[in-house]
């Protein structure tokens, strides 16, 4: 069974840039969470999807963070424009209904 | 709101000596709570999970961990060190069943294994 899928798995860019990062979760997997890691801290939940509704984005800063889950499968986070503070690892996990959670290798962002 | 501390960022064991990582938790609701370890540039792998039922949980590679609710605790444990334990482990809360809804992450302990 393939795991989640994330690209890219680096990026860098500078401060006001945008950038996207991609997940596509486990096959069948009807929750898929984006959270964001910051280094030496545990990983952050920004938003949460049930199919392609959003459960749970209360700790998204939707000033510059948004995403969409369109077809229920795949999804893309986007930041624009991107701070310093932004660098981070951006985890994907998807889950079955009431089951634990299967993390993706994260992209790691750098904003210079 | 649920709350996770994880005792010590950094924790050096030697190999074949008996690893111990602490947890603690808060919850309004009856938790549930996860073990999950991070290797270098990877994502985070499941290890083990308490719903309910049995308070002594076991896990892969050989972790185990007990939920205590009169301590507020979730401990994990193993009872012999091998140099590839050494990762990242992060305890963590949630208060739906399977961790349906998004997890509550302690800031991980780093788990060094001396030779």
């Known amino acids: 069974e393939a795991g989640v899928a994330q690209s890219p798995r680096y990026k860098i860019i500078e401060k006001r840039q945008s950038v996207a990062f991609w997940c596509n979760p486990i096959?069948?997997?009807?929750?898929l969470y984006w959270y964001q890691q910051i280094l030496g801290q545990g990983p952050k939940l920004l938003i949460q999807?049930?199919?392609?509704?959003?459960?749970?984005d209360s700790q998204l800063p939707k000033d510059r963070f948004s995403a969409e889950r369109l077809k229920g499968v795949d999804s893309t986070l986007k930041i624009q424009p991107a701070k310093l503070e932004d660098s981070a690892v951006y985890l994907c996990?998807?889950?079955?209904?009431?089951?634990?959670?299967?993390f993706g290798p994260g992209t790691r962002l750098l904003v210079l | 709101a649920q709350s996770v501390t994880q005792l010590g960022s950094h924790v050096s064991v030697s190999e074949g000596a008996l690893v111990l990582l602490r947890c603690n938790y808060s919850?309004?609701?009856?938790?549930?709570l996860f073990w999950y370890v991070q290797y270098p540039n990877q994502g985070l792998q499941l290890l083990l999970k308490y719903t309910t039922g049995a308070t002594l949980v076991k896990g892969i590679n050989g972790f185990e961990a007990e939920f205590k609710k009169s301590e507020t605790s979730f401990h994990l444990t193993k009872p012999s060190a091998h140099m590839s334990d050494a990762a990242e482990y992060f305890c963590a809360v949630s208060d739906s069943g399977g961790g349906a809804d998004g997890l509550t992450f302690g800031k991980g302990t780093h788990l060094i294994i001396q030779p």
């Open positions: 996990a998807s889950s079955l209904a009431g089951q634990a959670q299967y």
């Open positions: 919850s309004s609701v009856p938790p549930y």
């Open positions: 096959s069948g997997h009807a929750t």
């Open positions: 999807f049930q199919n392609n509704g959003v459960v749970d």
